[in-house]
T-cell receptor, first 113, second 115 residues
Framework: ETGVTQTPRHLVMGMTNKKSLKCEQH?????MYWYKQSAKKPLELMFV???????ENNSVPSRFSPECPNSSHLFLHLHTLQPEDSALYLC????????????FGEGSRLTVL | AQKVTQAQTEISVVEKEDVTLDCVYE???????LFWYKQPPSGELVFLIR??????QNEISGRYSWNFQKSTSSFNFTITASQVVDSAVYFC????????????FGTGTKLQVIP
C-alpha cells in the first residue's frame, strides 16, 4: 500500500460507545496530524505528532484521545462522544523537508447518534 | 492569529470556461507559506502548490495558475479551460515556517464544472 490509509472509512456509534480511528502512513514521514472537517467550517487541526511526540493539542475535548505508537501509525480513541462530534476525521502526514505539504488519507466519516 | 478567507462558497462553470478561486489571508508573520489543496469527492485532500512569502512570482502549471499579491494579502487560483474532472472542493491554506507545519485552512470553495 502507498500513501496514507485510514480505517474505518465509516463509523456509526452511540454516545456511550468507545471506538478508535486508525491511520497508517507508508511515506516515511516524521509528522502526523488529525484534522476534523465539519460542513461549512475550516478544517480544524486537532493534534500533531512530530517524531512521535505530541506537539499540538488544539483545545480538543478529552473525549478525543490520540495515540502515536510509532512514526507510521496514529490512532484517535473516541469515548462518550456527542452528536456535534459527527464529522469527517482526516489524518495527514508530512516531512520536515517539505513544509506544509500534507498528505491526507480519505478520512473516516463519523456519525454519533 | 492566522486566518484564511475564501469568500466563494460554491462556483458553477460550464466546461472550457476559465474560473478563478479567491483567497485572502491574514498573518502577523513576516515569513510564511501559502498553499492550495484539492478535495475530490473521494475525500482525500491533494496538495497542489506551495508558495513562500518571499516569492511573489506567479506560477503556471498546465491549466492551473496562481497569482500571489502580498500587497493585498491574496493568493488566487485560476483554472483555464475547466474540465469536469476539476470538480472538487478547493482549499487555500497558510502556515508558519520552521518546525512542524501548523497549517491553517480556509472554508473551501466548491467548484462544479458542468459538461
Amino acid at each position: 500500500e502507498t500513501g496514507v490509509t485510514q480505517t474505518p472509512r465509516h463509523l456509526v456509534m452511540g454516545m456511550t460507545n468507545k471506538k478508535s480511528l486508525k491511520c497508517e502512513q507508508h511515506l516515511g514521514h516524521n509528522a502526523m496530524y488529525w484534522y476534523k472537517q465539519s460542513a461549512k467550517k475550516p478544517l480544524e487541526l486537532m493534534f500533531v505528532y512530530s517524531l512521535e511526540e505530541r506537539v499540538e493539542n488544539n483545545s480538543v475535548p478529552s473525549r478525543f484521545s490520540p495515540e502515536c505508537p510509532n512514526s507510521s501509525h496514529l490512532f484517535l480513541h473516541l469515548h462518550t462522544l456527542q452528536p456535534e462530534d459527527s464529522a469527517l476525521y482526516l489524518c495527514a502526514s508530512s516531512q520536515a523537508s517539505s513544509p506544509g505539504e500534507l498528505f491526507f488519507g480519505e478520512g473516516s466519516r463519523l456519525t454519533v447518534l | 492569529a492566522q486566518k484564511v478567507t475564501q469568500a466563494q462558497t460554491e462556483i458553477s462553470v460550464v466546461e472550457k470556461e476559465d474560473v478563478t478561486l479567491d483567497c485572502v489571508y491574514e498573518t502577523r508573520d513576516t515569513t510564511y507559506y501559502l498553499f492550495w489543496y484539492k478535495q475530490p469527492p473521494s475525500g482525500e485532500l491533494v496538495f497542489l502548490i506551495r508558495r513562500n512569502s518571499f516569492d511573489e512570482q506567479n506560477e503556471i502549471s498546465g491549466r492551473y495558475s496562481w497569482n500571489f499579491q502580498k500587497s493585498t494579502s491574496s493568493f488566487n487560483f485560476t483554472i483555464t479551460a475547466s474540465q469536469v474532472v476539476d470538480s472538487a472542493v478547493y482549499f487555500c491554506a497558510l502556515s508558519e515556517t520552521g518546525g512542524y507545519q501548523k497549517v491553517t485552512f480556509g472554508t473551501g470553495t466548491k467548484l462544479q464544472v458542468i459538461p
